[in-house]
């Protein structure tokens, strides 16, 4: 029922940055989150956003990444900077219950995610 679309990855040499893009084809109310999951690793969390702008970061990207949200455009972003090597994953939006980075909770279905990849 619910689509998220995610888009913008792609390669990018060490210090770079992306920032990435979810569209939503409905308007989302609730809690949002950015997910990741690199090579041989488990989904995790990167950072959540409420419906009014709070926002909460894993520590591995607190100070590099920004999570925001356009509630008007159902679209939420992924502001990279200074990334590393091990930043590279396939990047995922959902939505879910919870406050913050430590009760979120996902409940949306996940899509494909976009590819970040960086590499000199």
């Known amino acids: 029922q619910v689509r998220l679309v995610e888009s913008g990855g792609g390669l990018v040499q060490p210090g770079g940055s992306l920032r990435l893009s979810c569209a939503a084809s409905v308007s989302i109310f609730s809690i949002m989150g950015w997910h990741r999951q690199g090579p041989g690793k488990q989904r995790e969390l990167v950072a959540t956003?409420?419906?009014?702008?709070?926002?909460t970061y894993a520590d591995s990207v607190q100070g590099r990444f920004t999570i925001s949200r356009d509630n008007g455009k159902k679209t939420m972003y992924l502001q990279m900077n200074s990334l590393r090597p091990e930043d590279t994953a396939v990047y995922y939006c959902?939505?879910?219950?919870?406050?913050?980075?430590?009760?979120?909770?996902?409940?949306?279905?996940w899509g494909q995610g976009t590819q970040v990849t960086v590499s000199s």
């Open positions: 959902n939505y879910g219950r919870g406050v913050g980075y430590s009760d979120y909770l996902p409940v949306g279905s």
């Open positions: 956003i409420t419906s009014g702008g709070s926002t």
